[in-house]
């Protein structure tokens, strides 16, 4: 159940939503569109759904050509961000919406979204109305419908983001599991990278219409394509001009090869881990202002150095754990 | 503070100082309470000079004359508010089918379809109803030297529910607009064709939620219906406002047209709640 996106253009008037965008969904994979809002990923999983008609190029699935192929006839589950419930139905009706359009026997269908239902730990809340459930558990349901036809694929359009965080949380890591449990091939859009990172097993990271880097979350953070890459997968920090994750950033008491000193300005917990604030001595920043620069370190280096404002160390990029991008924007 | 206690509490405002009023210089709770006794004050003052000069007796004899309301039982719920309630559904009915077609076509892909509605609903927000109704009931029948089949039904159903139509379209088209984009997507992602998504989740959902306007419309249809009035019906087909005009010349007596006027009210009032009923469900829904 492969998706081949070949050189898809799509545009809204001026708006251009999709450039020239190329992507491979291998069959059963679990594929994350990642970018800012408005990067074009949206558009393009709707023009993947059919929901959206591409201006030129060509969408695949599953080897067929499906170009001109209506939504119903894709074989795609959608779950929008929104839930799209059918406030009318009951959860178990909305489940069986699928089934009872494609007039499977009845004791099929009750069999099936029974399966579901619990599946998505909802058997209990079969009777009731989309009204009387949680955005958790609308978003479960969604689920639930559109995994209810078998679809060759599912599509999720930010599937997380109207839920409050904590939802959030247990949802993608019960996605993930889901994924394991039914295989399906899976594209979801998201614009948070940490969510991305946790539940993919491929990356496809999108912004202004344009594919920046394709990979799995390891390729990603540790050998983006270029600075926009680099900076929307993880934190950065500049020094000497380039980036640098911050916990990529060495600590010495003394001067050692290719080391500038720097000067202390704050310490900040993060949980288990520190951050340092520092000042490179004797350079200018970028706005005429100090040449600002921050570093991630273990509690235990911030004591073994005894990291405080004011304080002198000498830092450079950690030769072994260099992560920089490809080509510099 | 001595200044304060003499002028009320909340004095220093710029506006306060130039006190302008007598009320103006009195604390915000009794001068709320004085306003509010001048209004009863005038309240009475009119009431006892409408009942003192108003010459009663003839009031009751000319308007409300129970002898002259009497003969008009029950011909007047049987016939007369009976056929009311008859063209007002038949030009509702018509209106609603019709007026649905339309805001399909103000909502297709087809340009001239668009244009076409755009054209049918402009026309007839803008002519007035009595102009229509001149037009199926004489215009047509001069120009043709025939009436139109099945007069003056016809006349009546197409004069009454081809105007409403045009509003009922907008009314309706706003509806289909109100439901989620989602919707629809979801039913086709699902596998439905996008007509059959239309009218199986989106003009059901459509018209759940435009129920009280369609309701306001069929109280301003009900009253449009007195127009009929002037289209020459028959003794069977006669409506209110057709009956109550007639028996006015009939008893030479205002009687019939309170009458009428109070039947009336027997369909709107009703449906009028109705519509605050469904308004105040749906604003505790949302």
Redesign the interface.
Known sequence: MSIKVNRVNKTFGEFVALDDVTVDIPAGSLTALLGPSGGGKSTLLRVIAGLEKPDSGLVEIEGREANHLPVQERGVGFVFQHYAAFKHLTVARNVAFGLEIRKRPKAEIKKRVAELLELVHLENFAHRYPSQLSGGQRQRMALARALAVEPAVLLLDEPFGALDAQVRKELRIWLRKLHEEVHVTTVFVTHDQEEAMEVADSIVVMANGKVEQIGSPDDLYDKPANDFVMSFLGPVTKLGGQLVRPHDLELFTVPEQDTVAATVERVTRLGFEVRVDLNVNGRAGPEGGPDEVWAQVTRGTAEQFALEPGKTVHIRRAPDRLVQPARSA | MALSQDRGPDVGGPLRRRSWSPLASMPRTRRTRVVRGIQYAVFVVLLVAVVLTVDWPTIREGYFNLDKARPLFPEVLTTALKNTLIYTAMGFAFGLVLGLVLALMRLSQVAPYRWLANIYIEFFRGIPLLLWLFFLGYGVPTATGRQLPFSPYSAIVLGLGMPAAAYLAETIRAGIQAV?K??L??????????PRAMVS?VI??AF?IIIPPLTNELIVLTKDSSLVAILGVTVGTKELTKFGRDELNTLVNATPLVVAGLCYLLITIPLSLLVRRLEARNARAR
């Open positions: 989620p989602g919707q997507e979801a039913a086709r992602s699902l596998g439905m064709s996008q989740i059901p959902q759940r």
